[in-house]
C-alpha cells in the first residue's frame, strides 16, 4: 500500500495469465524498497497460480526507475545490499518456471528497463521512450542492467545511452534487439496478453528449458551448449505431454503453424 491505500503492485489473474501492475502513477511507478518487495510477492503467486505473467505500467509511464528520493539518503551498504535484493528478485523470474511478459508505454528509464529486461518479451506502443540517466544522476545502473541490457543492445549501445543521457525510440530499440515488438499507442497491454496467452498453452517443461536452459546454453561453449541441448531436448520429448502433442499434430488435431500478417 503507499499512503492512499492502493497496492503498489496490482495483481489479477485473467484466465491463466497473471496481469501485474506497477501501480505509484504518481511516482511514476518509481520503484522503492517496498515496490520492488510487492513485485517479488507478484511474481511468487504469478509462478503459484498463472502459466504465463504480464507486467505494465498505471498511468502515462511504464516506469521512471529507481525511487530516487528514497535513494538519496541511503548508507553504502544499504544501497549494496537494495541492488542485490533487486538481483534476487529480477532472477526468481528471469529463471522461474513461467514467461513474463512487458508492455511498455511512456518513460521506461534506469530501474524500469532493468526491470523490463529480466523479463522474457518486451512489447513497447510508439509512446515508449527509454533512457538510461544514472550518469546524469551521478550513479549507476543497479539492478542488473550492466548484464542483461548489455548483453541485449551491446555494451557500447548502453554506454552511449547511460554517458549522453539519450533517449531511445522504440523502433530504435527494436533495432537493436531490445524490445521484439513496437504496437501503436495505447495497444502494448493487450498485444503483451496475447502473446502471453499464447505462451501458456505451451508444454509446462517446454516453457521451463526455454527460461533456464536457452541463456545457459547460450553462455556455454558450442560443444558444452550442443551437448547440454540434445539431453534438454531429449529430455521434453519423453515426458506423456509431448508425445500427446505430436500424436495431435500427426492425426492432424494441433493448428499448423501460418505465415507472418504483413509488419
Ligand atoms: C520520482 C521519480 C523517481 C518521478 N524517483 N520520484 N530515474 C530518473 O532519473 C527518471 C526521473 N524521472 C523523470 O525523468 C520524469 O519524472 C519522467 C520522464 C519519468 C516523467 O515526467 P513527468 O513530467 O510526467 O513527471 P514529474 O513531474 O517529473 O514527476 C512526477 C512525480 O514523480 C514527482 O513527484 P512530486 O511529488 O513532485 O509530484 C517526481 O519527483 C516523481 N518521480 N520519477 C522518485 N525516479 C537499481 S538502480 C536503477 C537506477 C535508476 O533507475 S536511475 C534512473 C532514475
Redesign the pocket.
Given at each position: 500500500m503507499d499512503g492512499s491505500g492502493e497496492a503498489l503492485v496490482s495483481y489479477q489473474l485473467q484466465g491463466e495469465v497473471a496481469v501485474i501492475g506497477l501501480n505509484r502513477p504518481?511516482?511514476?511507478n518509481?520503484i522503492s524498497d517496498r515496490v520492488v518487495e510487492a513485485l517479488r510477492d507478484a511474481a511468487e503467486r504469478a509462478q503459484r497460480e498463472a502459466r504465463a505473467a504480464v507486467i505494465y505500467g498505471e498511468g502515462?509511464?511504464f516506469c521512471?526507475?529507481?525511487?530516487?528520493?528514497e535513494h538519496k539518503d541511503k548508507p553504502l551498504f544499504d544501497a549494496i545490499q537494495g541492488?542485490r535484493r533487486?538481483h534476487a528478485i529480477f532472477s526468481t523470474f528471469e529463471r522461474g518456471e513461467i514467461p513474463f511478459f512487458t508492455a511498455l508505454h511512456g518513460?521506461v528509464?534506469?530501474?524500469g528497463l532493468?526491470l523490463a529486461a529480466a523479463t522474457h518479451v518486451r512489447v513497447a506502443d510508439e509512446s515508449a521512450f527509454f533512457g538510461l540517466?544514472?550518469g546524469q544522476?551521478g550513479?549507476f545502473?543497479?539492478?542488473g542492467g550492466s548484464v542483461r541490457i548489455a548483453r541485449l543492445i551491446g555494451a557500447a549501445r548502453m554506454g552511449d545511452m547511460m554517458l549522453t543521457g539519450r533517449t531511445v525510440s522504440p523502433a530504435q530499440m527494436e533495432q537493436w534487439g531490445g524490445i521484439s515488438y513496437v504496437v501503436p499507442k495505447g495497444q502494448a497491454l493487450a498485444k503483451a496478453l496475447e502473446l502471453a496467452q499464447a505462451a501458456a498453452t505451451n508444454a509446462p517443461l517446454s516453457n521451463y528449458a526455454i527460461l533456464n536452459a536457452l541463456p545457459r546454453i547460450a553462455e556455454m561453449s558450442v560443444e558444452d551448449g550442443l551437448f547440454t541441448e540434445s539431453i534438454v531436448s531429449a529430455l521434453t520429448s519423453e515426458t506423456p505431454e509431448a508425445k500427446q502433442r505430436l500424436r495431435d499434430f500427426l492425426e492432424k488435431r494441433a493448428a499448423r503453424l501460418k505465415a507472418p500478417d504483413a509488419p
Open positions: 504518481g511516482k511514476r518509481a502515462d509511464h521512471a526507475g529507481l525511487d530516487l528520493a541492488s533487486w518513460a528509464v534506469g530501474g532493468e540517466p544514472e544522476r550513479i545502473v543497479g539492478g
